[in-house]
């Protein structure tokens, strides 16, 4: 399930499901297999996923993604207690980035995957609130973990 947005890349406010588009990653999917099926206003992924639909207050520390390199082995893996995670793929490059042996970067080089709240929360009663009132207490977790499959 992810957020959809519209043109502008404003939350509409529903919930839809990935099955079958782009954004469905529910099996093993190389990253950049579907780039070219996204709307150009994006220019690539900058989504939120949904991992808890209900608006409770607190959940769980829940699995929410894994990317595996098969050149290096190297695996990266995100916990979370956030209701959502959003995907970026590092979709427009300032023209001074480099690397360290500068090389600039180009489009899609990197990704994100940060754990939050879905985009527009404040204005969807439907969505896990983003309210904090006054002596109240926010907690969240995230946990990226770091391996090799060697």
Same mark, same amino acid.
């Given at each position: 399930? /992810?957020?959809?947005?519209?043109?502008?890349?404003?939350?509409?406010?529903?919930?839809?499901?990935?099955?079958?588009?782009?954004?469905?990653?529910?099996?093993?999917?190389?990253?950049?297999?579907?780039?070219?099926?996204?709307?150009?206003?994006?220019?690539? /992924?900058?989504?939120?996923?949904?991992?808890?639909?209900?608006?409770?207050?607190?959940?769980?520390?829940?699995? =929410? =993604? @894994?990317? /595996?390199?098969?050149?290096?082995?190297?695996?990266?893996? #995100?916990?979370?207690?956030?209701?959502?995670?959003?995907?970026?793929?590092?979709?427009?490059?300032?023209?001074?980035?480099?690397?360290?042996?500068?090389?600039?970067?180009?489009?899609?080089?990197?990704?994100?995957?940060?754990?939050?709240?879905?985009?527009?929360? $404040?204005?969807? =009663?439907?969505?896990?609130?983003?309210? $904090?009132?006054?002596?109240? #207490?926010? @907690?969240?977790?995230?946990? /990226?973990?770091?391996?090799?499959?060697?």
């Amino acid at each position: 399930m /992810y957020t959809p947005t519209d043109d502008e890349l404003i939350p509409t406010g529903e919930i839809w499901s990935v099955k079958n588009t782009p954004l469905d990653f529910t099996q093993p999917t190389r990253i950049g297999a579907h780039l070219h099926e996204l709307p150009a206003v994006i220019g690539g /992924y900058d989504h939120n996923f949904v991992l808890h639909k209900s608006n409770e207050a607190a959940v769980a520390l829940t699995f =929410a =993604a @894994r990317v /595996y390199a098969p050149k290096t082995g190297r695996i990266m893996e #995100v916990y979370t207690t956030e209701p959502g995670i959003q995907l970026y793929t590092m979709n427009r490059i300032p023209d001074n980035l480099y690397s360290r042996d500068g090389k600039p970067y180009s489009p899609h080089a990197a990704l994100c995957l940060e754990a939050q709240h879905f985009p527009d929360s $404040l204005h969807q =009663a439907h969505f896990p609130s983003i309210l $904090l009132t006054p002596n109240s #207490v926010y @907690r969240q977790t995230t946990i /990226y973990q770091f391996k090799t499959d060697h």
